[in-house]
């Protein structure tokens, strides 16, 4: 349970900070007056939806640590036998890179006011987000046509959980993207909304490509390297 | 005395965050079935959480007149107890006190209590109850699948959970259980990404975190808690249903049933309790803290006193929160571990007696010479101290190994959940129904059927669990339908489980008389006014009672002061509302 429980600490730290920044030491009891809800120091300016997004991500983040846990654990045991690699998962990789890149190209565009380029980049992490997706189905279909089915081995049950997973999460992902793209297609000029939901998908595709990568590692079987370097590093 | 607020004088500095668009219901159906507005959804949540919940006090009853009548009943076979009690936890765990304190509370009180117009995302919210019900509705299905629903106890331990051999296993009752859960878990995720941001970005001006009343704080933190631990528990589902219509091996070890040789191999049960209990001990807090929350607020309002130490309450709420999150594995000692991850789980749950310790006497201190008034929601506050108190000092016993060991299967484990999970967290909810369902719906409960309501239950609940207690530490194993002709079982024991089920009997025929009272006084209670307890929370100064759509009419009130300013000495009178911009201070005599 360790993945969890570091990246709790992590959430906790950030908590706390963040309650740190709301005068927890003052004494309500002696104040009257009007302060402002929010004091000088806060990003009073963030909007309501980047936050609830940012709560979210949380969220699927502590899914995903779980589900590493569970990962970890398993692999202790006697049977494990992890499945080759796909080597497609290395293009993927690129792919989903490409889309995140795509669409922190358009939080620019958007900013600076350019709708054509916003456009062009929004369709272009789309087209490279489906690309992804269909490059899994590629490596399932590789996977199980070496025999590797799901219920083979508990490893291979975990490369079909933790990439159908992350790819439920950016089919959620394109529904939103879909709908900044609607937005941004239309005839009617809504630039801050737009600028608001560009901002939105791409934190989202970074967030689900830090998710991938740190699959990646795990399905790839560096995790246990990962761990032994730190272990000798730590005695 | 320093005068924390520079811009007193100098008028109200500009609201941080834009005015909320409200979504405009044109028809009846987006009034009152499809409605935005989060007063109605925290009456649909409600009464869909009670409704369920009767089916769950329902079960209790058929598995104490197993237990207290053995053999009497014939349609009461093992496999039915098993269903009733799986059933039974599950449901008032999960449907009921989760969703009616987060769904229901949450949702009634956030947005009035920070003085927000709705909930910052309406949509969102309202989605989060369909899928509920939809969640509800699944699980009642299970009653009526072929096989019956599952009957592998609340925690679902595989292998046994989807094995033929407990019922609903290999029929669609763990199925169906599952997804209700994984359902469940989604819908919350949306109302709770809602109540959270909600209390980040929709309070009022003037209502800094440390004026937040201590039931927004509860609700706040065991939201935040649930977003976090959830999680856990939809991993272990997914997987659990991945091995039981997959054939995958997460969690199951190679076995051999009824002399076949299952397609099972090398999975790990103890890998699902870790899950599990990560989800499962948090929750004990997402039930308790809201009800912290509220009993805090209910007590300082009926003792017209201020809340003894508000700091220190709102830092306990936040400690507690977090290190509910590394005691989990004290559920699992009888699983076997390393002795010192034994003795790391039991140091940290006595460590998290220390802050629940501080709000017991915070309680105690803010009742201290307070002008306490027996009103039927002060009553079930008091009550709840005791209660909570009692079913705590048990957990003490329990969170050492040692002890634990011998008595984690008997019904002593039983009597303590129940006293500190069931019966406490229950007793606020009521309390809090009878506090607030004036200003939801403008009349009083009845006081006479109220008082009654307060005494059947508090002492019947005594009558339960108390017994309870000793039984299990005469070493009555739970999760026995019948207990036979063992020798360790005394004649007492018969007698004592006969009492108990007799007195689960008449407790829950209280809760008749209870339910009664929410519809009668609907239409015959008193008329309540707007703040008939004479309290100081935003809640109680809406310009109307029940609140519209909207809450606050055409402003939105301005904070200025705490919520907890009950007898200031020199004030008119012994309340001074939070949007009153009097000068009078607690705990200051004006010179």
């Not at chain 1, 796909?86 to 620019?108: F, G, I, K, R, Y």
């Not at chain 2, 484990?413 to 007793?427: D, K, N, Q, T, Y």
């Not at chain 2, 004036?438 to 309501?453: A, C, D, S, V, Y």
Request: aromatic letters at 14%.
């Amino acid at each position: 349970m360790s993945v969890i429980l570091v990246f709790l600490l992590v959430v906790a730290g950030f908590s706390f900070w963040w309650l740190s920044r709301h005068r927890l030491m003052s004494k309500p009891w002696l104040e009257h007056g009007v302060h402002t809800a929010l004091p000088e120091t806060d990003v009073a300016g963030m909007p309501t939806a980047k936050i609830a997004l940012g709560i979210f991500l949380a969220v699927v983040g502590s899914l995903f640590a779980l589900f590493s846990s569970a990962y970890f654990m398993r692999m202790e045991y006697a049977d494990w036998q992890a499945p080759p690699l796909p080597n497609v998962l290395w293009v993927n990789t690129v792919v989903l890179v490409l889309a995140s890149v795509a669409l922190q190209c358009a939080v620019h565009a958007a900013r600076e006011g350019r709708l054509d380029m916003t456009r062009l980049a929004l369709a272009a992490g789309g087209l490279a987000t489906f690309v992804f997706l269909a490059g899994q189905l590629v490596a399932w279909q590789e996977l199980s046509a070496g025999g590797h089915f799901m219920n083979v081995n508990a490893a291979n049950s975990f490369f079909y959980l933790l990439t159908g997973m992350h790819g439920l999460h950016i089919l959620g992902g394109l529904v939103g993207l879909g709908r900044v793209a609607a937005m941004a297609w239309s005839e009617e000029q809504v630039t801050e909304r737009l600028g608001l939901g560009v901002d939105l998908c791409a934190m989202y595709w970074h967030f689900l490509l830090f998710v991938w990568l740190g699959l990646f590692v795990l399905l790839a079987g560096w995790a246990g390297d990962l761990i032994a370097i730190c272990r000798q590093l730590l005695t | 005395m320093v005068d924390a607020t520079p811009h007193a004088e100098q008028g109200v500095p500009p609201a941080e965050v834009p005015e909320l668009e409200l979504y405009h219901p044109k028809s009846w159906w987006t009034t009152y079935v499809f409605s935005q507005d989060a007063k109605v959804i925290a009456i649909q949540y409600s009464g869909t959480a009670i409704a369920i919940g009767l089916v769950a006090l329902v079960l209790s009853w058929l598995m104490r007149l197993q237990l207290g009548f053995p053999g009497t009943f014939d349609f009461i076979t093992p496999e039915a107890y098993y269903q009733f009690m799986t059933m039974h936890g599950m449901i008032m765990v999960i449907y009921l006190l989760t969703a009616l304190f987060l769904g229901g509370f949450g949702n009634y009180l956030i947005p009035l209590m920070v003085g927000a117009r709705d909930m910052v995302f309406p949509y969102v919210n309202m989605l989060s109850y369909w899928i509920y019900l939809l969640a509800v509705l699944v699980l009642v299905v299970s009653f009526f699948a072929p096989g019956g629903p599952t009957g592998a106890g609340w925690t679902l331990y595989p292998p046994q959970a989807i094995l033929s051999g407990t019922p609903g296993g290999q029929s669609a009752g763990i199925i169906l259980m599952l997804v209700s859960l994984i359902l469940f878990i989604i819908g919350f995720t949306m109302g709770g990404l809602n109540y959270v941001v909600t209390v980040i970005q929709g309070r009022t001006r003037g209502m800094t975190l440390m004026r937040m009343p201590l039931t927004v704080w509860g609700i706040f933190t065991a939201t935040v808690m649930a977003l976090l631990a959830f999680p856990a528990l939809f991993v272990a589902c997914v997987m659990m249903l991945f091995d039981r219509l997959l054939g995958t091996s997460f969690f199951m070890p190679a076995l051999v049933e009824m002399g076949q040789q299952l397609s099972y191999g090398g999975g790990s049960p103890i890998l699902f309790q870790h899950l599990f209990w990560f989800f499962g001990h948090p929750e004990v807090y997402i039930v308790a803290l809201p009800a912290f929350g509220i009993v805090s607020d209910l007590i300082s309002t009926h003792a017209r006193k201020n809340i003894f130490g508000y700091r220190m309450m709102v830092w306990a709420i936040v400690i507690i929160g977090a290190l509910s999150f590394i005691v989990w594995a004290h559920h699992m000692y009888v699983s076997g571990m390393h002795p010192w991850f034994g003795f790391f789980f039991a140091t940290t749950t006595l460590i998290i007696a220390v802050p629940t310790a501080i709000k017991v006497y915070n309680w105690v201190l803010t009742l201290w010479r307070g002008d306490i008034h027996l009103t039927v929601p002060m009553l079930f506050a008091l009550a709840f101290i005791v209660t909570f108190v009692n079913g705590g000092l048990t957990g003490l016993f329990l969170g050492n190994v040692v002890v634990d060991v011998p008595l984690s299967d008997t019904m002593f484990v039983v009597a303590h959940f129940h006293m500190v999970m069931g019966v406490a967290p229950i007793l606020v909810v009521f309390g809090a129904l009878y506090h607030w369902y004036p200003k939801i719906t403008g009349r009083m409960l009845n006081e006479g059927m109220g008082q009654f309501h307060f005494w059947v239950t508090f002492i019947g609940a005594y009558a339960i669990f108390f017994p309870m207690h000793y039984v299990g530490l005469v070493g009555v194993p739970r999760r026995y339908p019948e207990l036979g002709d063992a020798a360790f079982v005394t004649d007492s024991v018969h007698t004592l489980n006969a009492f108990i089920t007799v007195a689960a009997l008449i407790v829950g025929f209280a809760q008749m008389v209870f339910l009664f009272n929410l519809l009668w006084s609907l239409r015959y209670g008193r008329e309540a006014g707007g703040n008939p307890w004479r309290a100081t929370s935003l809640e109680w100064q809406t310009p109307t009672t029940p609140p519209p759509h909207g809450n606050w009419g055409d402003e939105r009130p301005v904070v200025y002061r705490w919520a907890y300013d009950y007898s200031v000495p020199g004030a008119q009178q012994d309340f001074i509302a939070q949007n009153d911009p009097g000068p009078q201070r607690a705990g200051v005599r004006p010179a």
